[in-house]
């Protein structure tokens, strides 16, 4: 199985700072990697898929990047309605896989 | 627009079983594959089974391979997950998720909650 790895687990930021998220695969998935942004008590909402292509809706400020086994999603701009938890997936094989997650707090 | 109302879930014992339902509408569902995925309480999210677009292929999580069964009705547009065994580490939140593209899951439904408790 590919294990996805997130980090940090946790991070406080300030509204309107960036933040970069990093996710690594136990192997390498070519650009076979999601992203999605859940908040508490709501469903996981598609950003990020083909590790850089953003979903419609999603706003400019949300960006991935990555090939192989290191990827990131970087928010420019942190808006209140950004703070969420974070997770990446890997869509190459089954199993399907989800990193741990990375909640984003506002400081 | 795009809808998944899942449903079904509730409080079971241990070793009971359990069939949870999807219902979608707002896109053409024969030509999606759809899948489920669970979060336990406080947890992140695990992927547990999908099926192709025409139900003749299925995939499942080690963890619920044996026990777990996942079907659809094309003509209903319609998912399920027939789940036997239940045992305490299958409680969780249960989401039907569009897949597209291939195994990323564009909608979610808004989950329905299993509790296997005795």
């Known amino acids: 199985d590919i294990q996805m790895t997130q980090s940090p687990s946790s991070v406080s930021v300030p509204v309107g700072d960036g933040v970069t998220i990093t996710c690594r695969a136990s192997?390498?998935?070519?650009?076979?990697l999601a992203w999605y942004q859940q908040k508490p008590g709501k469903a996981p909402k598609l950003l990020i898929y083909?590790?850089?292509s953003l979903q419609s809706g999603v706003p400019s400020r949300f960006s991935g990047r990555g090939s192989g086994t290191d990827f990131t999603l970087t928010i420019d701009s942190l808006q209140p309605e950004d703070f969420a938890t974070y997770y990446c997936?890997?869509?190459?094989?089954?199993?399907?896989?989800f990193g741990g997650g990375t909640r984003v707090d506002i400081k | 627009e795009v809808q998944l109302l899942d449903s079904g879930g509730g409080l079971v014992q241990p070793g009971w079983s359990l069939r949870l339902s999807c219902e979608a509408s707002?896109?053409?569902?024969?030509?999606?594959?759809m899948a489920w995925v669970r979060q336990a309480p406080g947890r992140g999210l695990e992927w547990v089974s999908t099926?192709?677009?025409?139900?003749?292929?299925?995939y499942y999580a080690k963890s619920v391979k044996g026990r777990f069964t996942i079907s659809r009705d094309n003509s209903k547009n319609t998912l399920y997950l027939q789940m036997n065994g239940l045992g305490v580490e299958d409680a969780a939140l249960y989401y039907c998720?569009?897949?597209?593209?291939?195994?990323?899951?564009?909608?979610w439904g808004q989950g329905t909650l299993v509790t296997v408790s005795s």
């Open positions: 099926i192709s677009a025409n139900g003749g292929a299925t």
């Open positions: 192997q390498g998935i070519r650009a076979s």
């Open positions: 997936q890997q869509t190459t094989s089954f199993p399907l896989t």
């Open positions: 707002g896109f053409t569902f024969n030509t999606y594959a």
């Open positions: 998720a569009r897949d597209s593209p291939r195994y990323t899951f564009d909608f």
């Open positions: 083909a590790a850089s």
